[in-house]
């Protein structure tokens, strides 16, 4: 967990596909410890094409049961479907980078928090977010795993005022 917080959690990601990878990977998390995705992670890749959006939005039945077979992923039809869909949603959208950064109006906001019990795990625009991507046929985006999403891709710094990365982070996005 160390060298993901340190270099990639919170890092802004403008990526369509590692972003749309994230999407997923966020989304997989529910109900889970994020480190159980991330020790999993390499395995995602390999069962889900490199998270090729225009690839998985071709799966089909043959594919969902190769992956609910595949146990170096969690084996959720839930999430697998939701996968598959979240692809298709993803590619039906413009430009999907975009519209997740409109959010936080195109830049990362610079929260101060000084304690991991002030970082909610909620806010309006994950609320927001969540609304927008569900109303477009995007699954397992709840407010709770859009603000996750949020932090990971780096909309919102929430890296602890002491934590050295939140300085560095936002100097990054400062220029």
Request: charged share 25%; aromatic share 10%; glycine share 8%.
């Given at each position: ?7 990639e959690?919170g890092?802004?990601?403008?990526d369509?596909?590692?972003?749309f990878?994230?999407l997923?990977?966020?989304?997989a998390?529910a ?7 991330l020790?999993r992670?390499?395995a ?7 998270f090729s959006a ?8 043959d ?8 146990a170096?992923?969690v084996?959720n039809?839930s999430?697998v ?11 039906a ?5 975009a519209l997740i950064?409109?959010f936080v109006d195109?830049g990362?906001?610079?929260?101060r928090?000084?304690?991991?019990a002030?970082?909610p795990?909620v806010?309006e ?10 109303a ?9 795993i859009?603000y ?13 005022l002491?934590c050295f990365?939140?300085?560095?982070l936002a100097a990054?996005?400062n220029?």
């Amino acid at each position: 967990m160390r060298a993901y917080h340190d270099t990639e959690w919170g890092v802004p990601l403008r990526d369509p596909h590692r972003l749309f990878e994230l999407l997923c990977l966020e989304g997989a998390q529910a109900g889970l410890a994020w480190i159980t995705i991330l020790r999993r992670r390499e395995a995602y890749r390999a069962a889900f094409a490199g998270f090729s959006a225009a690839r998985i939005a071709r799966f089909d039945v043959d594919d969902r049961e190769r992956l609910l077979a595949d146990a170096g992923i969690v084996r959720n039809r839930s999430k697998v479907d939701a996968f598959i869909g979240n692809a298709r949603a993803w590619l039906a959208v413009e430009d999907p980078v975009a519209l997740i950064w409109s959010f936080v109006d195109g830049g990362t906001i610079q929260n101060r928090w000084v304690a991991a019990a002030d970082v909610p795990a909620v806010t309006e625009r994950s609320q927001a977010l969540s609304n927008e991507l569900r109303a477009r046929g995007f699954r397992f985006i709840g407010p709770t795993i859009a603000y996750a999403l949020m932090q990971s891709a780096g909309l919102v710094n929430d890296h602890l005022l002491g934590c050295f990365r939140h300085a560095e982070l936002a100097a990054e996005e400062n220029g």
